[in-house]
């Protein structure tokens, strides 16, 4: 972390009652001051957004989607589009989450489509991108991570990511307690960051590249030390006002 200002993102995934959502919103709101260093978000379920769009409002505490339509609007059955998340004040969207990629079918092709929605509902897109374990394992990581990054790139181009975030998540980290170590993700962040520079510079440098894979309380602070490690996008420690504040609080 340097120049860029660290952001921590909740990625909330499909969990919570609308009480402790409200309960943990509150939580969130006392715990983040407008003087931290680091900007904070929460990305709950679509149905507690204007929930949090209330509660959050006039706080130092931005909130955004998980997952978006790629239509403006119409006959999709239980779709939510950008400019419906934007009109509830949300400033991010998740995108191409490998939950959405692995259990949803979202293929590179339409994540760079969704990726383009966000943008032109004025939204800032979370692009996630990242290797199964089989991936890594076969040594695959760079290869999958540049073309899951290319889908996106050569539809939208580099200037395109002065106005988005993006998300390193080593699918065989999610979920399941296993973080990559901090040189393992360090590795493929410096990685993202090349292949960004090699279009531009300057887009390159003030990109954020977050770290998401089970970061936590105890982990965060050496993950978050690395060079370009720019925040995180947590899930499961996400749903706990006091674990995702420390956090927030190591990003700081
Ligand atoms: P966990 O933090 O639960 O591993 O999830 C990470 C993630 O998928 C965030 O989007």
Redesign the pocket.
């Known amino acids: 972390m340097g120049k860029r200002r660290p952001l921590v993102a909740g990625?909330w995934?499909m969990n919570g009652s609308r009480s402790e959502s409200a309960a943990l919103l509150d939580g969130i709101k006392k715990g983040v001051s407008s003087a931290s260093k680091a900007e904070v978000a929460v990305c709950p379920p679509y149905i507690f957004i204007s929930l949090a769009a209330k509660k959050l409002s006039g706080s130092a505490v931005a909130w955004g989607g998980q997952n978006l339509s790629v239509h403006k609007s119409g006959a999709y059955t239980g779709e939510i589009s950008g400019a419906m998340l934007k009109d509830y004040g949300c400033t991010y969207v998740?995108v191409g989450?490998?939950?959405r990629r692995t259990l949803y079918g979202e293929n590179d092709a339409l994540v760079a489509e969704k990726y383009g929605a966000a943008q032109a509902a004025g939204l800032i897109p979370i692009l996630?991108i990242g290797e199964t374990l089989h991936e890594r394992e076969s040594g695959q990581t760079e290869t999958v991570v540049a073309r899951q990054l290319d889908a996106v790139l050569d539809k939208h181009g580099v200037g395109s990511f002065r106005s988005a975030v993006m998300?390193y998540?080593p699918v065989w980290?999610?979920?399941?307690?296993k973080t990559a170590t901090p040189a393992q993700a360090q590795e493929v962040h410096r990685f993202i960051r090349h292949r960004m520079e090699a279009q531009d510079k300057t887009v390159a440098e003030s990109l954020r590249i977050l770290y998401?894979?089970?970061?936590?309380g105890s982990n965060a602070r050496e993950l978050l030390a690395q060079a370009d490690i720019d925040g995180g996008?947590?899930?499961?420690?996400?749903l706990q006002a006091e674990e995702f504040l420390t956090i927030c609080r190591a990003a700081d």
Do not use: V
């Open positions: 990625n995934k998740i989450h490998s939950e996630c998300a998540e980290a999610i979920g399941t307690g998401g894979g089970s970061m936590k996008l947590i899930g499961g420690a996400s």
